[in-house]
């Protein structure tokens, strides 16, 4: 009877082990695609001067899909709520914009860098709701500033 309560004991820690090893590799291949994302909206917004460009908007809508990166509604919903009218967001990924003025010879220049936040999408419902992984799963980014 005792080696029968060892193996259960070997089998839970063996199963234990298995699942952190794979939620580990979820986690790091939806934060790499996120992460990428990111990068290439950064890119597309400092070629296009901000986030209002139509054709800017179509290219990064079209490399998000081609990414296959989808967000669930209700974590933007929680980043929007967070940062209240700041905050713009579309096809799951945000931007919020800040107006920078710098002082020069010929007068005041004025500016915008722009803060690109995606999401991590890792979707367990019953440890998103008793843990609540917030500001874990976001990957903030920055522009240049545009003038």
Same mark, same amino acid.
């Given at each position: 009877?005792?080696?029968?309560? /060892? #193996? &259960?004991?070997? +089998?839970?820690?063996? +199963?234990?082990? %298995?699942?952190?090893?794979?939620? =580990?590799?979820?986690?790091?291949?939806?934060?790499?695609?996120?992460?990428?994302?990111?990068?290439?909206? &950064?890119?597309?917004?400092? #070629?296009?001067?901000?986030? =209002?460009? #139509?054709e800017g908007l179509d290219k990064i809508n079209s490399y998000i899909n081609q990414m296959t990166y989808e967000v669930p509604g209700r974590i933007i919903q929680a980043f929007e709520d967070d940062y209240g009218g700041s905050a713009s967001c579309q096809n799951g990924w945000c931007y919020?914009?800040?107006? %920078?003025?710098?002082? !020069? !010879?010929? !007068?005041?220049?004025? /500016?915008?860098?722009?803060? &690109? %936040?995606?999401?991590?999408?890792?979707?367990?419902?019953?440890?998103?709701?008793?843990?609540? +992984?917030?500001?874990? +799963?976001?990957? =903030?980014?920055?522009?240049?500033?545009? =003038?």
């Amino acid at each position: 009877m005792r080696d029968a309560i /060892g #193996q &259960v004991f070997v +089998l839970q820690v063996i +199963l234990a082990f %298995v699942i952190l090893i794979n939620g =580990y590799m979820a986690y790091s291949v939806n934060y790499t695609r996120a992460f990428r994302v990111k990068n290439q909206i &950064v890119d597309i917004i400092e #070629q296009y001067e901000g986030p =209002y460009n #139509q054709e800017g908007l179509d290219k990064i809508n079209s490399y998000i899909n081609q990414m296959t990166y989808e967000v669930p509604g209700r974590i933007i919903q929680a980043f929007e709520d967070d940062y209240g009218g700041s905050a713009s967001c579309q096809n799951g990924w945000c931007y919020i914009p800040h107006e %920078v003025t710098i002082a !020069g !010879g010929d !007068g005041n220049m004025t /500016g915008y860098y722009y803060s &690109v %936040v995606t999401f991590v999408n890792i979707d367990i419902p019953v440890v998103n709701n008793i843990i609540g +992984l917030g500001n874990f +799963l976001r990957i =903030y980014g920055e522009t240049r500033t545009i =003038y």
